[in-house]
């Protein structure tokens, strides 16, 4: 059973940083990707990144980015640890929102819907305040 387990939420200010960390147990894929989505309050929820997992070097830690994090969000993973991590800098107001992460088990291309998605995490509310 895939379990996801997000933590590193919380409030901060204008322009301070957070790093979320998704611990995964679970997984038997030989490739995947894990995403972090972020829905805000009546709003749909959006794509923020994903870097993917593979047995197959050419499709093994692949990034790729959403517009709203570009430049100012960084998705890692520590494989020995099948934990993923997204630092965020330079945070802004319009960043506030419960951040979710994900796993979907196509790993390349990587996917941005959410609904490809199969695997969720209970989310972590981040809020930033100007």
């Known amino acids: 059973q895939v379990q996801l387990v997000e933590s590193g939420g919380g409030s901060v200010q204008s322009g301070d940083s957070l790093r979320l960390s998704c611990a995964a147990s679970g997984l038997t894929f030989s490739s995947y990707a894990m995403g972090w989505f972020r829905q805000a309050p009546g709003k749909e929820r959006e794509f923020v990144a994903a870097i993917s997992w593979s047995d197959y070097s050419h499709s093994d830690g692949i990034t790729y980015y959403g517009n709203s994090a570009k430049g100012r969000f960084t998705i890692s993973r520590d494989s020995a640890k099948n934990t993923g991590f997204l630092q965020m800098n330079s945070l802004k107001p319009e960043d506030t929102a419960v951040y979710y992460c994900?796993?979907?088990?196509?790993?390349?291309?990587?996917?941005?819907?959410?609904?490809?998605?199969?695997?969720w995490g209970q989310g972590t509310q981040v809020t930033v305040s100007s």
């Open positions: 994900a796993i979907d088990q196509f790993a390349n291309p990587i996917r941005v819907g959410d609904y490809e998605y199969d695997y």
